[in-house]
């Protein structure tokens, strides 16, 4: 709004008019400034904190016992395929070449989780370890699948600054994901058949990480200011053009 509209505002509705428009102003300033961004990013962590904790919670207030059908049945699995065939494809940001990229970011990160922890669970090695050495192939797990994905990235030829960008924003759920883990394995509490519960508890939790990605994808898409122009990214026979 220029200066001769806002004078033209305050003649016409006076000088209550004049401050609500001033008002107005303000938090349009607040809105787009970085402070405001890093106040509702932080909330939104804390959030994502509490939520994954209380995954912990609801399977702790659980009477029923897990068993392996439960485990290689978790909803995780629906809901990645739910998310890689259904809404990931549909999924539409702020040019068509960050639509493109993102989409094949989204879909090579979740198709990283759904093979790897399958691969894990299938052996079925878990049910006769023992604390210690279930803690240690968890983080095995978890660092082959973010190698996996960030090597098929690299191979596709998404932007490097989109893989960090992401990477960054990923960095603390996963720091808060390897304590909860750690929690679990040397809790007393989820003592069971061949560690069942053990491994249903931490798919919930890797459940909250994907979540956590999906819902972070397209403010960090927004955050990316002027990196990404003039670039090309080729996906299935088709050029996308940042503008």
């Known amino acids: 709004?220029?200066?001769?509209e806002v004078i033209s505002f305050i003649e016409k509705y006076g000088f209550k008019g004049g401050i609500l428009i001033f008002l107005i102003l303000?938090?349009?300033t607040l809105l787009k400034s970085k402070w405001f961004s890093d106040i509702l990013s932080s909330?939104?962590?804390?959030?994502?904190?509490?939520?994954m904790k209380k995954k912990v919670k609801d399977v702790?207030?659980?009477l029923k016992p897990i068993t392996e059908s439960d485990i290689t049945n978790h909803d995780i699995f629906n809901y990645i395929d739910f998310w890689m065939y259904s809404k990931v494809p549909t999924f539409q940001f702020s040019t068509d070449y960050r639509t493109a990229v993102f989409r094949k970011y989204l879909t090579i990160y979740l198709k990283s989780?759904?093979?790897n922890i399958q691969i894990f669970l299938?052996?079925?090695e878990y049910q006769n370890w023992d604390d210690a050495?279930?803690?240690k192939a968890l983080l095995n797990l978890i660092n082959t699948i973010v190698y996996d994905y960030e090597k098929e990235m690299l191979e596709s030829n998404l932007p490097k600054i989109v893989i960090d960008k992401m990477k960054s924003k990923n960095n603390?759920?996963?720091t808060l994901t390897i304590d909860l883990i750690e929690g679990i394995c040397n809790s007393r509490f989820y003592e069971s058949e061949k560690n069942f519960l053990k491994i249903y508890s931490i798919l919930n939790i890797l459940l909250s990480v994907l979540e956590n990605t999906i819902s972070h994808s397209e403010p960090t898409c927004n955050s990316i200011n002027g990196q990404l122009k003039g670039l090309v990214f080729r996906d299935n026979g088709k050029d996308f053009t940042e503008p």
């Open 1 to 4: 709004m220029s200066l001769n």
């Open 26 to 28: 303000l938090l349009l």
């Open 43 to 51: 909330i939104f962590d804390k959030f994502v904190e509490v939520f």
């Open 60 to 62: 702790e207030s659980t």
């Open 113 to 115: 989780y759904k093979k």
């Open 122 to 124: 299938n052996e079925k």
């Open 133 to 135: 050495k279930i803690w």
């Open 172 to 174: 603390d759920t996963i």
